[in-house]
């Protein structure tokens, strides 16, 4: 079954004049965003074009120094998930090539080296993404493809403007579903080209050692701080095969009780699969349909996994303030802005709010959750941003501290959702105006008390606190 060509958009279409369509070279899979072999329609579209041409397929994968702040806990946990990646594409007989520096120079640099026919790209509405192809598709002279393999309906189909909210996305995605949550077809191996395959193989510069570890000095070579300088966090597993055995454990365990318990942060009542949808090691798309074929309710589930996180791609990809205050709805920002010279009761720098040494213990344990388990309960995430809001000198000040620390310690960081998250908690994104008071204005509030109705703080505390 051919790859729905609703998911495709050329991004530079073959010159006519140009040697690309006498080159023997392999079609090429830019992977970025969706770091898996399963359930990929960035790679199902790169070897059916192959199989097309005739030639072989390979996928390269370029390490940014870096990469919006991340640090070496997110590199690990990405690394390790990629040295899965190569193991299943060479059980395929595809090559997996890992550049590093910058993709722009990199992925232009290999096209050439390998003569290749076409590159295809995954898809990300992050604006260092869009530049990075952009650049690379005015530079290059073959056929140049995107495939939003991230999203169960492309973006750029889903909507063709920025949504104000949930209420008005959902009928659109709902009227789609039908066309794209659809199975996806197994990927099947380099056949003919094979020789071809094996001598890339070859001549590419090779991943992984014999016992799975990278083959470059990653830590030196990429600008992260010292591995010691970082909190001691105990993380999940990475990779394809830990995201399905989480998977499989939400859908036997936590997706019945899910509408219920999700809200507690003293209870694993949510899917805890944020990571492994960031870093692409499990299809949002293949969840959904494992959620809706298990015979539970999963309306709930849903509405997050595909509404929720949709939106969030919406934002980014339309407003290209989305980390900034100008990405605030207006009514939002003119309520902040007639608030702004409420006093402070507290004004925490960065450093205090990096240390967790707050006088709110619920804040503090919640931030605490973040450095040593790389993951914050979606309860407190909110309450943790609008604290954050109430603490700092101006909303812009309040934005961007959250910013810093939502994408340097979340495995999940660096997401259009944490981005659309913080603009929702701090600048009403997606949302509507509340009652109106000092320091927040019209953008909803939540309190201590608030969150103690909800569920049992002093365990919250307990368990985090150091
Ligand atoms: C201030 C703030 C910052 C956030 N930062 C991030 C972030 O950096 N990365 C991130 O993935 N999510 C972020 N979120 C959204 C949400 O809190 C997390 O996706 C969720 O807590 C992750 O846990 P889970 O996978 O167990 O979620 P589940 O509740 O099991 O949900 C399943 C999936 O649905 C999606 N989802 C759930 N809630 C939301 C939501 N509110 N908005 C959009 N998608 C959602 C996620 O992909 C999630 O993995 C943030 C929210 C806030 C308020």
């Known amino acids: 079954m051919p790859v729905n060509p609703r998911r495709i958009r ?116 992050l604006r260092d993404s869009l530049e990075c192809k952009s650049h690379v598709a005015q530079i290059i002279e073959i056929a140049f493809y995107e495939v939003d393999a991230h999203n169960i309906i492309p973006c750029w189909l889903a909507s063709q403007k920025q949504e104000w909210a949930a209420y008005s996305f959902r009928p659109k995605v709902h009227r789609l579903l039908f066309e794209f949550l659809e199975e996806f077809p197994a990927l099947p191996e380099n056949g003919a080209e094979k020789n071809a395959a094996d001598d890339l193989a070859e001549s590419s510069p090779k991943a992984f050692k014999e016992d799975g570890s990278a083959a470059i000095d990653w830590q030196e070579a990429l600008d992260w701080p010292a591995a010691e300088e970082m909190p001691d966090a105990k993380l999940i597993a990475p990779g394809e095969r830990a995201a399905f055995r989480q998977l499989d454990h939400f859908l036997k365990q936590g997706l019945a009780g899910y509408d219920k318990d999700r809200n507690d942060p003293n209870i694993s009542g949510q899917s805890a699969l944020s990571s492994y949808l960031h870093f692409g090691q499990i299809s949002a798309q293949r969840v959904a349909l494992e959620a809706a074929r298990s015979g539970i309710d999963a309306g709930a589930f849903l509405e997050e996994l595909v509404v929720r996180r949709e939106l969030s791609d919406n934002y980014c990809y339309y407003n290209q303030h989305y980390d900034d205050v100008q990405g605030f709805p207006a009514w939002a920002l003119r309520s902040l802005d007639e608030h702004s010279g409420d006093r402070r009761e507290y004004l925490y720098s960065l450093p205090e709010l990096e240390k967790a040494a707050t006088h709110d213990d619920l804040w503090n344990a919640a931030q605490q959750e973040m450095l040593k388990s790389g993951k914050m309960h979606g309860y407190l995430r909110m309450y943790w941003a609008k604290k954050i809001l109430e603490w700092t000198a101006t909303p812009a000040a309040a934005q961007a501290a959250a910013i810093y620390l939502n994408d340097r310690y979340e495995l999940d960081g660096r997401d259009p959702n944490g981005y659309a998250g913080i603009a929702w908690s701090i600048g009403g994104l997606h949302d509507r105006a509340w009652k109106e008071r000092a320091i927040y204005g019209k953008v909803r509030y939540m309190s201590y008390s608030g969150a103690k109705r909800k569920f049992d703080v002093q365990a919250y505390i307990d368990r985090w606190s150091p």
């Open 10 to 125: 050329a991004l530079r279409k073959e010159s006519h004049d140009s040697h690309a369509s006498q080159s023997s070279g392999p079609v090429i899979y830019w992977m970025s965003r969706d770091q898996r072999v399963r359930d990929n329609w960035a790679l199902l579209y790169a070897g059916e074009l192959a199989r097309k041409r005739g030639c072989p397929l390979a996928v390269a994968f370029c390490l940014a120094p870096g990469f919006l702040g991340a640090t070496e806990v997110q590199y690990r946990f990405m690394l390790q998930g990629l040295s899965e990646v190569a193991d299943d594409l060479s059980a395929r007989n595809i090559p997996f090539i890992l550049l590093r520096g910058d993709p722009r120079e990199e992925i232009s640099r290999l096209i050439e080296e390998q003569d290749a026919c076409a590159l295809v790209c995954d898809f990300s509405p």
